[in-house]
């Protein structure tokens, strides 16, 4: 195998490192360095840092600009952002009852319309997602059982996905990545197959709804 073919197949693993080096995020001759034993194993011969960073430099435009270009595509098709505010955190250790309590809170609200509540299970531990007037009524359905944490002033960030979001590597990545580089802590992940919500405190809300919005219109 050629040196180049090794490169581009060691980097095309991973889309996060296409894209930081389009950025010029990574130093070269560090990445050179890290990845010249797998292509010496690939191409079954000694090879210099020099002619690995020959050929990351060398790589065609078409396959550098691959991952900005799906991106934009993606972007294009973003469908509304919706904000809701006045949220809490319930999270729940898992138990037999645990289901019974949700189906109960559920038959309460069917009348509800104005109101927001998700739940999200996990192998050890169930959480509930919802609008804050409902704390009261959460705390008499749930009252049996193990409360792990509980956080207040909440908001939610939901982003409406294009059909085929699951096709494309990164996508949630993409949204975090930018919220963390703006300082802008996440405390839950919410998805269904073409949304994603994003909680953060209503301190943040703030700042996270324009760069999700920037980002949008920048495609």
Known sequence: MLIANAVEKIIGRSPFLDEALNDE???VSALARKIR?????????????SAIIMAINRRPADKRFKVGKSFRLFMNALGDIIVRSGL????????????KCQRRLIDGLSQENEVFYTFSKGVYETTLVASSSLDGKINEVFGGEKLIS??????????????????????????LKQLAWAGINVCEVISTSNEISLVVSE?????????????????
């Open 25 to 27: 995020l990574i130093n």
């Open 37 to 49: 034993p797998e292509v010496e194993s690939m191409t079954r011969k000694n090879v210099r840092e």
């Open 88 to 99: 809490s955190d319930h999270t729940f250790e898992n138990s037999p009852g645990l289901g």
């Open 150 to 175: 509980y956080k207040s002033g909440l908001s939610s960030v939901t982003l409406r996905l294009p059909k085929d979001n699951t096709e494309i590597s990164g996508v949630y990545y993409y949204f």
């Open 203 to 219: 301190n943040d809300v703030n700042h996270a709804f324009p760069l999700l919005m920037k980002l949008k219109q920048q495609s």
